[in-house]
């Protein structure tokens, strides 16, 4: 998956919102960093962007200071406590989203001028609007989040279709949130890989579940990062084996 001399990209991504996208984000981001990777995670739910307040921290400057301002992308990188490095974006700028499509190929462009990372992650929006597809086709690789929800399944359906039937992505990633459990998180994935082999010449690799826990919810609270919080628990255990399931070096 590595482009030579390039720092490899995988987007998080789903169909529908409210899945975990952020949330895996980060905590996959710390586990990988924990295990000595330089790894670097971009904010890229535009206008809605909110990987900072999940983290604690009030960025001085963001992605709209590269593309509108003078600031340089390596300008606006700052450390987190999960030990990688975030590139932060704007909230709450409605009009962001669309002045950003203006823009795309010049992000895009900046995202993958950086490199001497070892994996850079995309937490992107939801749904298939055109930047977050766009997003999705600048990275090597989709993880696409689902979970027991059937909107959230027909969602990530449109995704996947799209992916492939308007980008040729037939190979795409899986991981299942807020499952009860190791099982469910298999039988959710067999839905949806099985309506991908009915329908779509696609390739749905599971890289594993994370189980519905309050441990999540109470650590966002807290702007802690809940495998850090709770570094025994399973939670840590489900991202520690994604971790191991993602084609890294
Ligand atoms: N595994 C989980 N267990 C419990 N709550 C969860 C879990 N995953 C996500 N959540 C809840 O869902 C909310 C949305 O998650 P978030 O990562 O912001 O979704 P997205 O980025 O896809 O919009 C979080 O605030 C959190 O409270
Ligand atoms: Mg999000």
Do not use: W
């Not at 990777?37 to 400057?61: E, F, S, Y």
């Not at 990062?225 to 939670?235: D, E, G, H, M, Y």
Request: aromatic share 4%.
């Amino acid at each position: 998956m590595t482009r030579s001399g390039k720092s490899p990209v995988i987007s998080i991504t789903s169909g529908k919102g409210g899945v975990g996208k952020t949330l895996i984000a980060c905590n996959l981001a710390t586990i990988l960093a924990g295990q000595g990777r330089k790894i670097l995670v971009a904010d890229c739910d535009l206008g809605l962007a909110n990987i900072d307040i999940m983290l604690g921290l009030r960025p001085r400057r963001n992605l709209k200071d590269v593309i509108y301002g003078d600031a340089d992308i390596r300008d606006i990188v700052i450390p987190t406590k999960g030990g990688f490095d975030l590139i932060p974006a704007s909230s709450g700028v409605r009009e962001m989203a669309q002045l950003i499509l203006e823009r795309i190929d010049v992000i895009k462009a900046k995202i993958r001028s950086l490199r001497n990372y070892d994996l850079i992650l995309l937490d992107t929006g939801a749904g298939i609007s055109e930047v977050v597809l766009q997003f999705n086709l600048l990275a090597d690789r989709n993880i696409v989040v689902i979970n027991r929800e059937l909107t959230s399944l027909t969602d990530a359906y449109a995704m996947i279709k799209t992916m492939y039937q308007v980008f040729d992505r037939d190979s795409l990633d899986i991981i299942v949130n807020s499952a009860a459990g190791e099982e469910e998180g298999r039988e959710i994935f067999g839905r949806i890989s099985s309506i991908c082999k009915k329908f779509l010449n696609v390739r749905l690799t599971y890289l594993g579940h994370v189980l519905q826990d309050p441990v999540i919810p109470k650590s966002i609270l807290k702007q802690e990062i809940a495998v850090l919080a709770s570094p025994r628990s399973k939670i840590a255990a489900n991202f520690a084996q994604i971790a191991r399931a993602l084609p890294l070096k």
